[in-house]
């Protein structure tokens, strides 16, 4: 059974669809890029997908023994977010906030996990360090350590490169790729097509039209020719 089924969802805010006919599935393992135009419903379909939100219409089936404590999220940071007063160990440690139930404080195994996590994402050394001081791509490290102690499963991404320079953009793709041949699956919403296009296995595309398949198969479908060349990117 597939990690995450889709069955013809229906998206919107009191009771006005901005999204609707969604039908596609996840594989454990799967990296699906979704792409589309501003306002299209991308972040909507991740909140709906973390079951913040319900869908209008349709519905969303997990398998493989998948709960909704189990997904990784990293959102699109605001200004408040980016000046958060805390510490990297205080902010990846609150990755495991989902699991502790009435516990009130961490456990042992709880903080050797946001150790292993700052250790894979390269910024152990920050541990003590403000999270504010950090430069954009060391807190988007933060905050994939922090869904990485919540899941080893799957990792939900709210533009991950958003704002940062393009050798950060260049090593952060790169980090989210080894973490997907590591087993974890991932879902990324995404402006830079071209980029889908190179690191994706599936695109979902939402807006006026919808489309869901391989990367292969959407970078020679009208929809996906007549995108790329509105973005200015090439397949």
Known sequence: MALLTVNDVSLGY???AIAEHLSFTVEKGDYLCIVGENGSGKTTLMKTLLNLKKPLAGEIITGDDLKPGEIGYLPQQTEVQRDFPASVMEVVLSGCLS??????FYSRE?????VENMKRM????????????????????????????????VLLLDEPVAG??????ADMY??????????????????????ALQYAKHILHVGNRVFFG?????????LGRLFLEQEGGEA
């Not at 709880?110 to 946001?114: D, H, N, P, T």
């Not at 940062?164 to 953009?169: A, H, I, S």
């Not at 790169?174 to 980029?195: C, F, P, W, Y």
């Open 14 to 16: 009191d009771g006005r």
């Open 99 to 104: 699991r502790m139930g009435n516990r009130v």
């Open 110 to 114: 709880e903080k050797q996990l946001a």
């Open 122 to 153: 390269g910024i152990l050394d920050r541990a003590d360090q403000c999270y504010r001081e950090l430069s954009g791509g060391q807190q988007q490290r933060v905050l994939l350590a922090r869904a990485l102690c919540a899941t080893q499963k």
């Open 164 to 169: 940062l320079d393009p050798k950060v953009t």
């Open 174 to 195: 790169r980090l989210i790729q080894s973490l997907n041949k590591e087993g974890i699956t991932i879902i990324m919403v995404s402006h830079d097509v071209a980029a």
């Open 214 to 222: 391989t990367r292969e198969e959407y970078s020679s479908s009208k």
